[in-house]
Every structure is written in C-alpha cells, then in structure tokens.
C-alpha cells in the first residue's frame, strides 16, 4: 500500500486523485469515479466531491493508498 501526503486537513476526492498522480485530470477522475474503480475505506465511492481525509484507503482497480498528514 502507497501512502500519499497531503497538505491540507481534506482534500476532495478527484482532487486527491490528482494530487497523487493517479489521473492527470478532473474529468478523468470523474470518468473512473463513475466507472465504479474507486472506493474509500472499504465502500464504493460514487461522487467527486466525497471528502477524503488522514487515516482514509483509496483503492483503485487493485492498487491502494493510505491518505497520511504531511509533516511539517
């Protein structure tokens, strides 16, 4: 499992999905957030504006990511 800093307290999900270079654009996030290939923490993810935070799994397809707070 990769894990992915972010900066802020919350991030939106296509925003993170950016954020961690898994899609190189909005609308290609929103194309596999609507293609049912993300989930958060377990439970399908089916909007982009779903809130992601610290402590929180994205999965995509078979790969997986903990959200962690950057230091500092």
């Known amino acids: 499992m990769e894990k992915i800093a972010i900066s802020t307290e919350k991030l939106k999900l ?3 999905l950016k954020w961690a270079s898994i899609v190189n654009s909005g609308g290609e996030a ?3 957030i609507l293609a049912g290939t993300v989930q958060v923490n377990g ?3 089916l909007g982009r504006n779903k809130l992601i935070f610290a402590g929180d799994i994205v999965k995509v397809g078979a790969n997986s990511y903990l959200v962690v707070k950057e230091a500092g």
């Open 30 to 32: 929103k194309e596999i």
């Open 43 to 45: 439970k399908l993810a």
């Open 14 to 16: 296509d925003q993170f």
